[in-house]
T-cell receptor, first 112, second 117 residues
Framework: QKEVEQDPGPLSVPEGAIVSLNCTYS??????FMWYRQYSRKGPELLMY????GNKEDGRFTAQVDKSSKYISLFIRDSQPSDSATYLC????????????FGKGTTLSVSS | GAVVSQHPSWVICKSGTSVKIECRSL??????MFWYRQFPKQSLMLMAT?????????EQGVEKDKFLINHASLTLSTLTVTSAHPEDSSFYIC?????????????FGPGTRLTVL
């Protein structure tokens, strides 16, 4: 079993839809959970991070962590064509100094 | 926003040769730079963490003698793939941060596509 599992998609939604992106993991020691967005031919950019369990909201984005289920989610409200990208989850045991484990990424396409 | 550049953006080389990839932070000083490798349809995999002026910390399974990392200044880190072989063909991405924390913003470079014939 891989440490981090993420459905690669592709996921296609109409503009304005609510998008749910998810990752599962096996290592219960993970404490920091991050979501990155990667546009085609670009490097990833950090969208949000969450420490331990709970929710975090930033504009149209909400990150959720359920450590009991080893499951994390990223919700995008009122999706826009500019949200079309690959979304990568990543997680780490510590804030620094240990490996950051990435999911494979989910490709999202939002049509206008 | 902060910009990180990589050079070259792509390189093709013969098996057995060495290839150097540069990562530069253009408008900020990067205390820490990270090097990642991404195979097609695979995850980004952290190879090593590099702090300016000190030896890089390599992840398990990454050969430090094969992937030489030098972080001689706060704006430049280099990755040298020594005696490259076809299995080293991959997308290499660097990121730079003003701290070593993953939760601080890492600014990623655009990546370097390496093809070893």
């Amino acid at each position: 079993q891989k440490e981090v599992e993420q459905d690669p998609g592709p996921l296609s939604v109409p503009e304005g839809a609510i998008v749910s992106l998810n990752c599962t993991y096996s290592n219960s020691a993970f404490q920091y959970f991050m979501w990155y967005r990667q546009y085609s031919r670009k490097g990833p950019e950090l969208l949000m991070y969450t420490y331990s369990s709970g929710n975090k909201e930033d504009g149209r984005f909400t990150a959720q962590v359920d450590k009991s289920s080893k499951y994390i989610s990223l919700f995008i409200r009122d999706s826009q064509p500019s949200d079309s990208a690959t979304y990568l989850c990543a997680m780490s045991v510590n804030q620094a100094g240990t490996a950051l484990i990435f999911g494979k990424g989910t490709t999202l396409s939002v049509s206008s | 926003g902060a910009v990180v550049s990589q050079h070259p953006s792509w390189v093709i080389c013969k098996s057995g040769t060495s290839v150097k990839i540069e990562c530069r932070s253009l408008d900020f000083q990067a205390t820490t730079m990270f090097w990642y490798r991404q195979f097609p349809k695979q995850s980004l995999m952290l190879m090593a963490t590099s702090n300016e002026g000190s030896k890089a910390t390599y992840e398990q399974g990454v050969e430090k003698d094969k992937f030489l990392i030098n972080h001689a200044s706060l704006t430049l880190s280099t990755l040298t793939v020594t005696s490259a072989h076809p299995e080293d063909s991959s997308f290499y991405i660097c990121s730079a941060s003003t701290s070593g924390s993953f939760t601080d913003t890492q600014y990623f470079g655009p990546g370097t596509r390496l093809t070893v014939l």
